[in-house]
């Protein structure tokens, strides 16, 4: 079993920083991609930007240009650096990964329990 747990999360002002991050543990023989999702007062989940084992990095329109996701691979990481922070980007983030836990296993998709950002004056 993979575990991933986020931190970094909390209460921002318009065009303010935040920096979440995300730790992989527990059973993991291989961890491909890592990404953010964001899920608002609804219960649509979104992507907010992904990243493969390789470094290649996607992110969601609304995002671009704004936050930048990165990975460290020997410590099973992923970081969401966010910056010029809106009031419309105020939700949960969850961090995800798509990973082995055993050799013999499949690959399965992985959510941690999630952080809140709020943006507000």
């Known amino acids: 079993q993979v575990h991933l747990v986020e931190s970094g999360g909390g209460l921002v002002q318009p065009g303010g920083s935040l920096r979440l991050s995300c730790a992989a543990s527990?059973?993991?023989?291989?961890?491909?991609?890592m990404g953010w999702y964001r899920q608002g007062p609804g219960p649509q989940r979104d992507l907010v930007a992904t990243?493969?084992?390789?470094?290649?990095?996607n992110y969601a329109d609304a995002v671009k240009g704004r936050f930048t996701i990165s990975r460290d691979n020997g410590a099973n990481m992923v970081y969401l650096q966010m910056n010029s922070l809106k009031p419309e980007d105020t939700a949960v983030y969850f961090c995800?990964?798509?990973?082995?836990?055993?050799?013999?296993?499949?690959?399965?998709?992985?959510w941690g329990q999630g952080t809140q950002v709020t943006v507000s004056a």
């Open positions: 990243i493969t084992s390789n470094g290649v990095t």
């Open positions: 995800s990964t798509i990973a082995r836990a055993r050799m013999y296993m499949r690959d399965a998709r992985y």
């Open positions: 527990g059973s993991i023989f291989s961890i491909n991609a």
